[in-house]
C-alpha cells in the first residue's frame, strides 16, 4: 500500500471512531418498548420508563410529546436536568375509555443528549362472554390451576411477567377480585371481616383453596409467580388491611 493509502486508512478509522464515541447513548431508558394489559373496567393504563443519564455532563430533557391526545406525560420537572448519574421516570397515562383491541403509541422525549423515540401497546381486555364466562368457571371448577395454563394465560398470567406490588395485584389478583360484575363466588377483598395478618394472605397467594375457584399463585403450588412477586403482594396487602383497622 502506498502512503497515502496508509494516511486515508488511518483517517477513516479514526472518524469511524469517533463516530462510534459519539453515537453511544448517554440517556439510557429502561426499556425503548412496552406492554401493558387494560383490565376489563379499567379507565385509565399507567406506563412508566426509567431514565437514566449514563454520561459525565447533566442532561436537559425538554419535553416529552405524545401521538395522542388521549395521553398526558408527567415528568419531574419541565425542562428536567439530569445530573450525571442520575435516574428518574417519565410517566405516560392514557385514557382507554370506548377503546378497543390493541393500542400503540409512542412518546417521544426530547432531550439535549438527542430525541429518543419510545413506544408502548396497550391490550384492551375483552369483556368475556356469558357462555365463555359459564366455560370457563366449569373448566376452572375441574381444574383451578387452568387459570396458569393456555389461552386462559393469556389474560390470567401473561400479564403478571415482571410485575411487583400494586401493579401485580391490579392483573393477577384484581381480574377476578375486582371485576365490575365480580361472580357471586369471588369475595370483596377490601370488606374481609377476618383479621388479615401477613400469615393469612401468604397461604391465599401461595395455596389459594381446594375445592374452589381460587388458585395457587406460588410455583410449589402450581402457579406461576415468583417467591419475590409473592412477597410483594404479602407486603401490599398486609400493610392495606393493617391501614384499614
Ligand atoms: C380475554 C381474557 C380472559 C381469558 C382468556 C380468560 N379469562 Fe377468566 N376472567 C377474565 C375476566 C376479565 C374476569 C373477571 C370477570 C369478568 O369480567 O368476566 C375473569 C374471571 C374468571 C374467574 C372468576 C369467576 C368469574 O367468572 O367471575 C374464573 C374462575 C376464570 N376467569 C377462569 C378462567 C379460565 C379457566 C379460563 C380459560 C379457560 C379463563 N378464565 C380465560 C378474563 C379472561
Ligand atoms: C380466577 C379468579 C381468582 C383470581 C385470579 C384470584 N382469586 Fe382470590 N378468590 C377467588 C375465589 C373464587 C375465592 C373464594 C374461595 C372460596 O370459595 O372460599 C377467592 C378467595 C380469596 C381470598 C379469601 C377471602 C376470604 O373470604 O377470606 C383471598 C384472601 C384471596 N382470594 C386473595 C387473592 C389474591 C391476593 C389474588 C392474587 C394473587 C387472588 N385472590 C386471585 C378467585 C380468584
Not at 365463555?132 to 390470567?156: M, T, Y
Request: hydrophobic letters at 40%.
Amino acid at each position: 500500500m502506498t502512503r497515502m493509502a496508509w494516511l486515508l486508512f488511518g483517517w477513516l478509522s479514526f472518524s469511524f471512531a469517533l463516530a462510534a464515541q459519539t453515537a453511544a447513548p448517554s440517556l439510557v431508558f429502561d426499556a425503548l418498548h412496552k406492554q401493558v394489559v387494560a383490565r376489563v373496567g379499567q379507565t385509565n393504563v399507567v406506563v412508566s420508563f426509567m431514565l437514566t443519564n449514563v454520561s459525565t455532563a447533566p442532561i436537559v430533557i425538554r419535553d416529552v410529546s405524545l401521538s395522542c391526545g388521549c395521553s398526558a406525560a408527567s415528568m419531574p420537572a419541565k425542562p428536567w436536568t439530569l445530573k450525571p448519574g442520575e435516574h428518574g421516570q417519565v410517566t405516560v397515562t392514557t385514557d382507554v375509555r370506548g377503546k378497543r383491541g390493541s393500542l400503540v403509541k409512542t412518546a417521544i422525549v426530547y432531550a439535549s443528549s438527542g430525541t429518543r423515540v419510545l413506544t408502548y401497546q396497550v391490550d384492551i381486555q375483552e369483556p368475556t362472554t356469558p357462555e365463555e364466562r359459564a366455560r370457563n368457571q366449569s373448566i376452572a371448577k375441574a381444574d383451578r390451576l387452568a387459570v396458569f395454563r393456555g389461552e386462559c394465560a393469556k389474560c390470567h398470567a401473561e400479564p403478571a411477567k415482571g410485575k411487583l406490588g400494586k401493579e401485580l395485584f391490579a392483573v393477577a389478583c384484581g381480574i377476578c377480585h375486582e371485576a365490575e360484575h365480580r361472580a357471586s363466588m369471588v369475595p370483596d377483598l377490601k370488606v374481609l371481616k377476618k383479621p388479615t395478618a401477613r400469615d393469612y394472605w401468604l397461604q391465599w397467594i401461595a395455596h389459594g383453596k381446594v375445592d374452589t375457584l381460587m388458585p395457587g399463585f406460588s410455583q410449589k403450588a402450581g402457579g406461576r409467580l415468583t417467591e419475590e412477586q409473592v412477597r410483594s403482594l404479602v407486603k401490599l396487602l398486609s400493610r392495606s388491611s393493617e391501614r384499614a383497622q
